[in-house]
């Protein structure tokens, strides 16, 4: 014979332990960040540039046109002369930069939308007691092999309204639980302190900088010379090292907001021990 019991209600499931192999949260879904007043504070003792010099070139070239005009004939040539590039060098040393021993700044208020996040899973999770409340079991059929009773036939048999006062349950066991999308809704991290962090030196390499400003002609007239003298300019800054000293930087920020947040999870290796079930109502029994 097969038992059939087509729906169970359980008033109250008290678990005495609950214990979830792993857990997978994600991708996780937020539909805004929204960042309050976010203040980063730096100090230092400035910062220095080594060995700074500047190096200014000049290439110059220069165009001549000499006309003559004498009776019965003319004389008129020209051409271009290089002058060459002509350099000179200012090295100022080591120059210390003003301004940034003290740094701060403000961001009032910062939105990003649309943002992804990952989280690694959880392993050994280990949620303790729990009661579980209105639970509903529906087409439960015992034992799945059925079973006889020597010297008892029975064609059929319906009973209704049965109450079982309390029942326990040692363990129940899920090998795996995966959930639809669990929106989240709206979360809020208030007044966040960053942990203070400082760096002895920052040190950069070389850097090296190039300037190519517009060209210059100096137009002289001579009558029957012509003369125009070209120079073309350029500069080159050169540094050894870029070293920021003793720095050190703390940030605060008044609030974060994560609007619209939405999270599938997943449970591996579901255990629930010491089940103790105070009341379960079943509506009717069939015995088949």
């Given at each position: 014979?097969?038992?059939?019991?087509?729906?169970?209600?359980?008033?109250k499931?008290?678990?005495?332990?609950?214990?979830?192999?792993?857990?997978?949260?994600?991708?996780?879904?937020?539909?805004?960040?929204?960042?309050?007043?976010?203040?980063?504070?730096?100090?230092?003792?400035?910062?220095?540039?080594?060995?700074?010099?500047?190096?200014?070139?000049?290439?110059?070239?220069?165009?001549?046109h000499?006309h003559?005009?004498v009776?019965?004939a003319?004389?008129d040539?020209?051409?271009?002369?290089?002058?060459?590039?002509?350099?000179?060098q200012?090295?100022?040393?080591?120059?210390?930069?003003p301004?940034?021993?003290?740094?701060?700044?403000n961001?009032?208020?910062?939105?990003a939308d649309?943002?992804?996040?990952?989280?690694?899973p959880?392993?050994s999770l280990?949620?303790?007691?729990?009661v579980?409340?209105?639970v509903?079991?529906?087409?439960?059929?015992?034992?799945?092999?059925?079973?006889?009773?020597a010297?008892?036939?029975?064609?059929g048999?319906?009973?209704?309204?049965?109450?079982?006062?309390?029942?326990?349950?040692?363990?129940?066991?899920?090998?795996?639980l995966?959930?639809?999308?669990?929106?989240l809704?709206?979360?809020?991290?208030?007044?966040?302190?960053l942990p203070?962090?400082?760096?002895?030196?920052?040190?950069?390499?070389?850097?090296?900088v190039n300037?190519?400003?517009?060209?210059?002609?100096?137009?002289?007239?001579l009558?029957?010379?012509?003369?125009?003298?070209?120079?073309?300019?350029?500069?080159?800054?050169?540094?050894?090292?870029?070293?920021?000293r003793?720095?050190?930087a703390?940030?605060?920020?008044?609030?974060?907001?994560?609007h619209?947040?939405?999270a599938?999870?997943?449970?591996?290796?579901?255990?629930?021990a010491?089940?103790?079930?105070?009341?379960?109502?079943?509506?009717q029994?069939?015995?088949?």
């Amino acid at each position: 014979m097969l038992t059939t019991i087509s729906e169970a209600d359980i008033k109250k499931l008290a678990i005495g332990d609950i214990s979830v192999g792993q857990l997978g949260i994600g991708p996780i879904r937020i539909g805004q960040l929204v960042v309050d007043n976010f203040e980063l504070n730096a100090e230092g003792d400035g910062a220095l540039l080594r060995n700074f010099r500047l190096t200014i070139n000049y290439a110059m070239s220069l165009d001549w046109h000499f006309h003559v005009a004498v009776p019965g004939a003319a004389i008129d040539d020209g051409g271009t002369v290089d002058l060459g590039i002509q350099n000179f060098q200012v090295g100022f040393g080591d120059v210390k930069l003003p301004g940034l021993e003290n740094l701060k700044i403000n961001v009032a208020n910062l939105k990003a939308d649309t943002l992804a996040a990952a989280v690694a899973p959880v392993a050994s999770l280990k949620l303790g007691t729990a009661v579980a409340e209105d639970v509903k079991i529906q087409n439960v059929i015992l034992p799945t092999q059925g079973f006889t009773i020597a010297g008892l036939g029975l064609g059929g048999l319906k009973i209704g309204g049965v109450g079982v006062p309390a029942a326990t349950l040692d363990s129940f066991a899920i090998g795996r639980l995966t959930g639809d999308a669990v929106p989240l809704g709206d979360m809020t991290l208030p007044n966040l302190a960053l942990p203070g962090a400082s760096v002895a030196d920052i040190v950069s390499q070389g850097v090296d900088v190039n300037a190519v400003p517009r060209p210059k002609a100096f137009h002289i007239d001579l009558g029957c010379l012509d003369l125009v003298i070209k120079i073309a300019p350029s500069a080159e800054a050169h540094i050894d090292q870029l070293l920021i000293r003793n720095s050190s930087a703390n940030a605060s920020i008044g609030k974060i907001e994560l609007h619209n947040v939405v999270a599938p999870y997943e449970l591996l290796n579901l255990t629930l021990a010491h089940l103790g079930i105070e009341t379960i109502s079943v509506p009717q029994v069939s015995v088949a």
